[in-house]
C-alpha cells in the first residue's frame, strides 16, 4: 500500500487512535483494513441497537404509564424512581424549556438516555418492586427463566457498553464474543415485540461482515492505493 496514503491517513485520525490496530507489529495496510472492518462492524450493529433501545424505552413507558394511571408517570411516586432518575426527568425537562419547546410525555420521554432505561433493571429497582414488575410486564415473549430483573440487568448492561463503544467509535473487532452479543440484541428484541425483531432482520448486516473479515478491506485498499 501506498506510504504516502497511509502517513496522511494517520495524521488526519491521530497516531493513538490509529495504534488500536496495530499493536501486535501490523504493516500498514492491516492496520488500516482493521480500522475498516471495525467502522463497518459498528456500523452494522447500528439497527440493531436502535430497535433494541426504542423498544426499551417504548415498553417500559407504556408499562409505567399503565401503572400509574397517566403519560406523565415520571411525576408519579408510583413510578418508584430513584434520585438518578429523578434527576435525569429534571434535566430533560430543562432541555426542553431552554430549547422553548413544550413539555409533552413523548417529548421529555425521547430526552431520556438510554442508562436511564435500562436502570429500571438494577439493583435499586430490585428493592422497589419496579424491575421485577417490569421483567414481566415488558418482556411478554421471554421465556420465564428469562423473566428476572437480575437476568435482564446483566443482558442490558452488556448491550449498553457495546452500545456505548459502537458510538464512540471504539474497538470491537476483537471481542470473541461479539457474535453472542449481536444475537443477545437480536434476541431481547423478539422478546419484546417478536414483529420488531423481523422487522430488524432485513437491515442487518452483522454476520456477513464478521464473516467477511479482513480480506475484502485488505484487497480494497490494494485496489485504490498500490505501493508505487
Not at 111 to 139: D, Q
Not at 205 to 213: H, L
Request: net charge positive; charged share 25%; aromatic share 10%.
Amino acid at each position: 500500500m501506498n506510504p504516502a496514503f497511509f502517513q496522511q491517513i494517520e495524521n488526519i485520525l491521530h497516531t493513538e487512535r490509529v495504534d488500536a490496530y496495530r499493536q501486535d507489529g501490523a504493516d500498514p495496510k492491516l492496520t488500516l483494513a482493521r480500522y475498516m472492518l471495525n467502522m463497518a462492524l459498528s456500523e452494522s450493529l447500528y439497527p440493531t441497537l436502535q430497535f433494541a433501545e426504542i423498544a426499551l424505552r417504548n415498553a417500559v413507558h407504556r408499562e409505567l404509564a399503565a401503572r400509574c394511571g397517566t403519560h406523565a408517570w415520571y411525576d408519579s411516586p408510583r413510578a418508584r424512581l430513584t434520585l438518578w432518575q429523578q434527576d435525569k426527568v429534571t434535566e430533560a425537562k430543562a432541555t426542553l424549556r431552554r430549547n422553548r419547546k413544550r413539555l409533552t410525555s413523548g417529548r421529555i420521554i425521547a430526552e431520556l438516555t438510554f442508562g436511564f432505561w435500562t436502570g429500571f433493571f438494577n439493583n435499586a429497582h430490585a428493592r422497589t418492586g419496579i424491575g421485577s414488575f417490569l421483567s414481566r410486564s415488558a418482556f411478554p415473549h421471554a421465556p420465564a427463566a428469562e423473566q428476572y430483573q437480575s437476568r435482564l440487568d446483566r443482558r442490558w448492561q452488556d448491550i449498553r457498553d457495546l452500545r456505548n463503544r459502537v458510538f464512540h467509535h471504539e474497538r470491537i473487532l476483537h471481542w470473541r464474543d461479539l457474535d453472542v452479543r449481536h444475537q443477545a440484541i437480536l434476541e431481547i428484541i423478539a422478546w419484546m415485540s417478536p414483529e420488531l425483531h423481523d422487522l430488524a432482520k432485513p437491515l442487518d448486516r452483522f454476520v456477513s461482515i464478521r464473516n467477511g473479515g479482513l480480506n475484502p478491506w485488505i484487497a480494497e485498499l490494494q485496489n485504490n492505493w498500490p505501493q508505487p
